[in-house]
């Protein structure tokens, strides 16, 4: 039996090996949690990866005088990667002919392994039903309306963005071309011609109709 002196000296060494054990399991606690927290974020991780995999889209938009054919083969050639490339929009005329450029642009061969979309800038549905069945004669199977472009020559005219300003018109045109229409239609839009709050009732008119996507 040891004496309570000798207990009193042994105390310093007992209360190391105690705090030594707290020690260890406090930290072995914080590493399992920490490991948990690093699993359960990899978990989450790799479910927002194949979320974005199977849901998000990588598209080419159209930039006039930028992405024209030669562009658009040189990145799908080089780089690829993208789900759709949107040709620069194609303009009808009263003729119903596509300009030079227009028809070099809208070429099969020019555009040869990837997923192109030609591109209508008009406010005119009879316009854009025969350009779009044009289209068709060249194999294409979608085309895109443009309500986004916010060039002042383009907005003062009613077309693009300055189409956003004209709703019932708008949706006139949408009836038209979705009944006469067999093809694919998406549109490229904006939130509104002046205030972000238009979107709302754009929005309304939108649902309507049976859009390929609102882009």
Do not use: W
């Not at 549905?125 to 779009?132: L, R, W």
């Not at 383009?154 to 071309?177: M, N, Y």
């Amino acid at each position: 039996i040891k004496s309570s002196a000798s207990l009193r000296s042994s105390a310093p060494n007992n209360c190391s090996a105690v705090c030594s054990v707290k020690f260890f399991i406090h930290y072995t606690v914080i590493i399992l949690i920490s490991q948990c927290r690093f699993e359960t974020a990899a978990a989450n991780c790799k479910k927002a990866q194949n979320f974005l995999e199977k849901h998000m889209k990588i598209y080419l938009a159209p930039l006039e005088g930028i992405t024209g054919y030669t562009y658009r083969r040189a990145l799908y050639q080089c780089f690829g990667g993208f789900d759709k490339y949107f040709i620069p929009f194609i303009l009808p005329n009263q003729k119903g002919h596509l300009s030079t450029r227009e028809k070099k642009d809208i070429m099969p061969e020019n555009n040869e392994g990837m997923y192109a979309v030609p591109q209508i800038l008009t406010k005119n549905a009879e316009d854009f039903i025969q350009t779009a069945e044009t289209l068709q004669e060249y194999g294409y199977n979608e085309v895109n309306l443009n309500l986004g472009c916010p060039s002042k020559t383009v907005v003062t005219k009613g077309r693009g963005a300055g189409f956003l300003d004209r709703p019932d018109e708008l949706d006139k045109f949408l009836d038209e071309i979705f009944r006469k229409c067999d093809m694919k239609i998406s549109i490229k839009t904006r939130l509104g011609m002046d205030d972000p709050e238009e979107f709302e009732d754009l929005l309304t008119i939108y649902k309507k109709y049976p859009l390929e996507e609102l882009i």
